[in-house]
Structure formats: C-alpha cells, structure tokens
C-alpha cells in the first residue's frame, strides 16, 4: 500500500523499549482527544480517547496524557512491537461545535527488531 | 475492520472533470463525516452528514459537496478537479456525539 507519512517527523524505537509520542493541540475550548494509529493503506484506527476533565487514562499497553495549561498531548506505548510501527495522529473535538475532528500533523513509529 | 466500506478504492481523473466517491456506514450509525488527507499531513474536515442533513463543513470550496441517503451512506462530489486535490478521502461513520470509525479511504488521483 502507499505510505502514509512520507514527510513526517519519525520515531525510531527499539522492539520491547517503550515509546512516547507528543502532539500540541491548539483549541482551548476542545473537551475531547482520539489518538489514532493508521497503517499504510488503511484509514486511521481508535487507539485511546481521553476527555478534558482528566489528565491521564490507561489502555492496553498504552496511556495517553493530557496537560491542558500547555495544551500538550502524549501517548505512551509500554513493550512497543512490530505491528505498532505506523502513523500516529492525534485529533482534538470540541463537542459543542459538533462531532469534527481536528488533527494533528503525525508520527511516524518505526520499531527495531 | 471498522465496517465502513468505501468505493471505489483508487481513482484517476484529469484536471476540470468531476469525482464521486462512495461510503456505506456501520450499521446503526446515522453520521458520515469526510475528510481529506494530503500525503504525509492529517486528516482535514471537509463536512459532515447527519439524517441526510449537512451538519457542518470545514474549509472547503462549494466545489466539494455531499448528499447522505435514507439508508445512511453518504456520497462525496468534487467538481472541477484540481491537482491539490489528489488525496486520500476517508468517511468516518458515528453516531451524533460518539466515536467515528474510519473507512479504508479512496486514494484520487488528479493529472
């Protein structure tokens, strides 16, 4: 399939180590935040959500971090494998003004074997 | 697998002709939302579609319109193609508030 992130900042990152990518939103007013992971060829998939009320939530293997005084966004991928190499986005709602996604530009993960 | 299906999945059209592109939504989702992904950027919020309604547009031209039909699925025109706008076009399915599931998007082409 075609690649997803030719010209995007890359993360490269030992197979077992763990991973954190950043993301800065620019929306005060958004109360809602996705991370997504796309796979070349494919759309971008539900990784974690978090609202603005919180400033932590756990997954599976991942954490996602919210500081809203900076408006900064990280997601945290504990033990990264293979299949976690791809493209990360994250993606920022304001309810009110309707279910709209605004993303972020993207990581690329590359993982070592 | 999401099940949001979008067609065709690659497309090549020339400079001024005109595009449809296809999404049928999960089923008991009544929102489509499109976007579009230039390579190596996010996803942009063209509109969204709500119980055949447009429910908000993003900063798009006129050019980029949609119809949503009774069964849900949705249809995204572009006339008058430009060369800006091959792109990846994905429809996420939802309902009004909830979490939109991503199709596998329609790679276009514009020579």
């Known amino acids: 399939g075609e690649s997803v992130g030719l010209h995007l900042p890359t993360l490269s990152v030992q197979e077992g180590d763990n991973s954190i990518i950043n993301c800065a939103y620019s929306n005060s007013a958004s109360d809602y935040f996705i991370w997504y992971k796309q796979e070349s060829g494919k759309g971008p998939q539900f990784i974690i959500d978090?609202?603005?009320?919180?400033d932590k939530r756990q997954g599976q293997r991942v954490t996602v971090l919210l500081n809203k005084t900076v408006k900064h966004l990280s997601l945290q991928i504990a033990a990264t494998q293979p299949g976690d190499s791809a493209v990360y986005f994250c993606?920022?709602?304001?309810?009110?003004?309707?279910?709209?996604?605004?993303f972020g530009g993207g990581t690329r993960v590359l993982v070592k074997p | 697998e999401t099940g949001v299906t979008q067609s065709p999945t690659h497309l090549i059209k020339t400079r001024g002709q005109q595009v449809t592109l296809r999404c049928s939504s999960q089923?008991?989702?009544?929102?489509v939302s499109w976007y579009q992904q230039a390579l190596g950027q996010g996803p942009q919020f063209i509109f969204q579609y709500y119980r055949e309604e447009e429910n908000g547009r993003g900063n798009f031209p006129p050019r980029f319109s949609g119809l949503q039909f009774p069964n849900y699925s949705s249809e995204l025109n572009v006339n008058a193609l430009e060369l800006d706008d091959s792109a990846l076009y994905l429809c996420?399915?939802?309902?009004?508030?909830?979490?939109?599931?991503f199709g596998p998007g329609t790679r276009l082409t514009v020579l």
């Open positions: 996420a399915s939802s309902l009004p508030e909830g979490e939109q599931f």
């Open positions: 978090i609202r603005s009320n919180m």
């Open positions: 993606a920022e709602n304001e309810v009110a003004a309707g279910n709209k996604l605004t």
């Open positions: 089923s008991g989702h009544n929102t």
